[in-house]
């Protein structure tokens, strides 16, 4: 194992080197994402968040099939044309494109679906793991809109900040997922 | 700041945070599934690290007075509510509305369907607004702070939070070392059939 967790094979040293390194500490990503409040606070006067911006794509693809959905006061809140609410869409592009560029450098090269799912769902239908995405992925963004964050608004934000509707939320989301992995999934 | 200053700013700011995520290996579902099923601890490292340092961080901009501090409102109904869906979702996509990018970006074809359904489930939201905000936002005691509770200054608190979080960190690693919760493809996958799999890349031949 340790040959897959250094950090450089042979020469080289530094960001360069690190970049092809399949894993990293997490302690050492932890504070890299930490350290993006810097930015996020300065410059776009807002905190690291995620779950705002799929009500600013999924606000505006409904409106091109409902006009009428921008009278809602939320949705034409979230598909405004504002920096923060772009921002956000471009900062999920960006980890999107962050993920790629590292898995390349790294050859950290993944299979279609993770072999987890197989143990986890007792199934290896592709079809059912896409099912369950799907409405894991429906219940995960609707409880993030409910709760007005998901683990990185609530999460990294509003605990840094130490918010109290933050911290119930974590709780929640950690109670909730533990409950759900634990009883609707197998053990993996 | 114009927009597209903001989208640019995003973009870079997303790239770092997704070679993070990708780098720390804990946007993998089996990161996320182990996590909570309690037998893999990298995400609560990666998380908690990134808390503390976001903690001081930003009490060292607020004390040098450059940040106004936004906490979000206390709503205790839907701060629970909404918590609960959002930990079971997470649970079954294996992602959270932020990783589920990264697993699209290094291939993961089943992260598409949790993208789709968490596009849908924020709409779905977007509609179901006006019906259930004066439910779940009936009432509450607004944007408080633990400082509003205590009566103590942010960067006091701010600071006790990154001593406590480290020292959990530190006893989490001596409890478990963080190695030992990669797996042998770096995807918290500690399953049974390692020589079935293909592995190209782990080949000795490489």
């Known amino acids: 194992m340790s040959e897959i967790a250094q950090t450089c094979p042979g020469s080289g040293s530094g960001f360069a080197c690190s970049l092809k390194a399949k894993a990293w500490s997490p302690y050492v990503a932890g504070i890299l994402i930490g350290l993006l409040q810097v930015p996020a606070f300065l410059l776009i006067e807002t905190a690291l968040g995620a779950s705002s911006s799929y009500v600013t794509v999924g606000g505006i693809a409904a409106s091109w099939i409902d006009p009428a959905v921008t009278n809602i006061d939320y949705v034409a809140k979230h598909i405004a044309a504002t920096g923060k609410n772009w921002w956000q869409v471009a900062l999920v592009v960006g980890v999107a494109i962050g993920a790629f560029l590292s898995m390349r450098i790294s050859g950290a090269r993944r299979r279609p679906i993770s072999p987890i799912w197989s143990r986890a769902l007792g199934t290896s239908s592709q079809g059912v793991r896409y099912a369950v995405a799907f409405g894991a992925g429906f219940v995960m963004l609707f409880g993030a809109r409910v709760a007005d964050g998901c683990t990185s608004g609530h999460g990294l934000s509003g605990m840094a900040q130490l918010a109290v509707s933050s911290t119930v939320a974590v709780a929640a989301m950690f109670a909730g997922g533990i409950a759900t992995a634990l009883l609707l999934l197998r053990r993996i | ?206």
């Open chain 2, 1 to 206: 700041m114009s927009l597209v200053q903001s989208i640019v700013i995003g973009l870079l700011m997303g790239t770092v945070f997704g070679v993070a995520l990708e780098k720390s290996r804990v946007f993998e579902p089996g990161m996320i599934v182990g996590q909570m099923q309690l037998k893999n601890f990298i995400m609560l490292k990666v998380f908690l690290t990134a808390v503390a340092t976001g903690a001081v961080v930003i009490a060292t901009l607020h004390g040098f007075g450059l940040v106004k501090l936004a906490p979000k409102a206390t709503f205790y109904a839907a701060d629970v509510v909404g918590g609960l869906m959002l930990g079971a979702g997470i649970a079954l996509a294996g992602a959270c509305p932020g990783t589920v990018l990264a697993q699209v970006g290094v291939g993961y074809r089943d992260a598409l369907f949790t993208l789709l359904g968490g596009l849908a489930g924020a709409t779905a939201f977007g509609y179901a607004e006006p019906v259930l905000k004066p439910i779940l936002a009936a009432s509450g005691p607004g944007k408080i702070t633990f400082m509003d509770l205590t009566g103590l200054s942010y960067p006091v608190m701010a600071g006790g939070l990154a001593a406590v979080l480290v020292l959990i960190l530190v006893g989490l690693e001596m409890w478990r070392p963080w190695r030992a919760d990669l797996g042998a493809d770096v995807d918290g996958d500690f399953g049974p059939t390692p020589a079935k799999a293909a592995r190209p890349h782990l080949e000795p031949a490489e």
